[in-house]
Each structure stands twice: as structure tokens, then as C-alpha cells.
């Protein structure tokens, strides 16, 4: 066999000339795996914070307490993101650190606030383009403990609360917002198969949990996910310090191909798989509902919304954001 070499052709090279005028290059991070500093500004602990003390069996026997110190160091990462050419950073707002207790009504963190307003300032002044995610995943553990976060309708509220004040004190100088972070990693992986924060899941699925129902829960907490999205982003476009921004979620649907090509099934199989992939989270958005073949597919362990709900999600985006990851045959 012979293996032939590939050589580098400048003529199929492409560099920042080939983008449009105005296409930002970037990086991201979350909260919790970047700030550390969990006990500064004060932050409330989030499911994050529980999830790897109390099964640090499952996270590798680490945790994220001190993390890269962002928190602390952040000038100094953002030099660096100048050094090479970054035009824009993508970060979370740390919910439980802007509100230790989950709610509004229980105090706000004036510290928190402080420390995001100086990370925006600083990324402003280094010409680099602020992006600003709303929820990674750290649910405040407060909420956990009180009604079992996205579990319940409850969370729809105080989350709205939490984008509200985020809007209000950050909105006139970030113009670029993310509501959501991979809701469907975060559904599947937190109240399906457990294996992320809270780690919710049935025996079945994952002999490790030690509460959850695998295959009921990830729907009711997708469901409710997204409301919150569809009341923050109303609240967005209510809030005249955000008239000039826009607003969506953060995606990450890996791309399906039929094994094979000529075969009905396959090709079938792998427009299901897009469908409880991609559609899941993104048809209640255009459509207002979810795919057909997923109300097919799950009966009534899939929520519905009323007519009010859909008509809220119904072009609740100004952009479409996908976390590209890999692609798989589906047979």
C-alpha cells in the first residue's frame, strides 16, 4: 500500500482576507470552568460546585475551584487575546455569583456585578468584541435545593429575573448575547444519562445516580430551558439599552449522513437523529412546537406549550449559534 503525502499549497490556504469585512474571530470559556475564585465577590455555589464534591469519582477526582483564575488574572488573559489578534471573547455570567442565592429578591452581589463590568471594560478597551452567555449550565444550587432547578416551571421566572438585571447592568456596552448554552448537552447529560451536573438518571442509564428518571426528566427541563430563553429574550427586547443588540442561543448539533446513501432507512434514520438533535431545541424557535416526529416518537412524556408560549418562542433569535463538534453515519 502506498500512502501518498499532502503537501501544504499556499493556493489552498485561506487567512482572514478570505472572511468577510467585519467577521469576528474568537474564543470562548464558562464561568465555571475558567473564573475560579469561588469564594471571592462572594458566589453562591452552583449544581457544578455539588456535582464533583459529592461524586468526584465521576469528574476525574477534580474540580474547578481554582480552575485557570480567570477571575483574578483577567487582564492579563485579555493581553494575550490581543496578542493574537482576537476580535471577540465569548464568556458566561456567572449566575450564582451575580445572585448567590438563585433569586433577585434574596440580594444581588454587588461584587459580582463589579467584576463583570471591568472584564467588559477591559475587552472594550483592547478592541476586542464582548459576547455574553446567560446560562453555561451552573444552575445555583439554592434553586436545586428548593425546587430541583429546570425541573420545575419555577426556574422559568427567577432566571428571567437573573437576564433582566444582566440586561440592565451590562446591556449598553455587550450587543451580542447568548441565552442558553447547549441546552441539549445540558438536558441529556445532566438528567439523562447523569454523567454532568446535577446527574439526574436511572439506574439503566447510569448505576452511579442516585436520583432521576432517564428518558422523562431531559424533556421537562428542555422544555422549560427553553421558555427561559423566550422570557429572557423578551425582556432583551424591552430593555431600551439593548435596542441594538441582538439575541440568540448556542447550539451544538453534530451533523448526521446516511451509512448508506441509497438506503430509504438510513436516510430516514439520519433526518430523525437531526430532528431530536438540532430540531429539539431549535423547531419550538421558528415554529413555535416541537419536531413532529419527536411528539411521535416520546407521546406524552414530551411537554406541549399553550398557544401563548408558542407565540413567544416563534422568532425568539436574532442569530443562530452553532457549536460545531464532529458528524456520524447513522444506519
Known sequence: MTLKRNTYSKKNSFGRSDFPEGFLFGTASSAYQYEGAINEAPR???????F??????????????????FYNHYKE????????????????????????LGKKSKGVNQEGINFYNDLID???????????????????QTLEDEYNGFLSEEAVNDFKDFAALCFEEFGDRVKLWVTL????????????????????????????????????????????????????????????????????IAHCPVWFEPYDSNCPDDKEACERAMQFMFGWHMDPTVYGDYPEVMKKSIGKRLPSFTAAQSKKL???????GVNYYSAFYVK
Open 77 to 100: 488573559d485579555i493581553q494575550r487575546m490581543k496578542d493574537i489578534n482576537m476580535d471577540a471573547f465569548r464568556f458566561s455570567i456567572s449566575w450564582p455569583r451575580i445572585l448567590p
Open 181 to 248: 448554552n447547549e441546552p441539549w448537552v445540558y438536558s441529556i447529560g445532566g438528567y439523562d444519562t447523569g454523567r454532568k451536573a446535577p446527574g439526574r438518571a436511572s439506574k439503566y442509564m447510569n448505576e452511579a445516580a442516585v436520583a432521576g428518571e432517564s428518558g422523562l426528566e431531559v424533556y421537562t427541563v428542555s422544555h422549560n430551558l427553553l421558555l427561559a430563553h423566550a422570557e429572557a429574550v423578551e425582556v432583551f427586547r424591552n430593555n431600551p439599552k439593548c435596542k441594538d443588540g441582538k439575541i440568540g
Open 122 to 140: 477591559e475587552l472594550l478597551a483592547n478592541g476586542i468584541t464582548p459576547l455574553a452567555t446567560l446560562f453555561h449550565w451552573d444552575t445555583p
Open 314 to 320: 416563534r422568532g425568539s433569535f436574532d442569530f443562530v
Open 44 to 50: 453562591g455555589e452552583s449544581v457544578w460546585d455539588t
Open 52 to 69: 464533583v464534591r459529592k461524586y468526584p469519582e465521576r469528574n476525574c477526582y477534580s474540580n474547578a475551584d481554582q480552575a485557570v483564575e
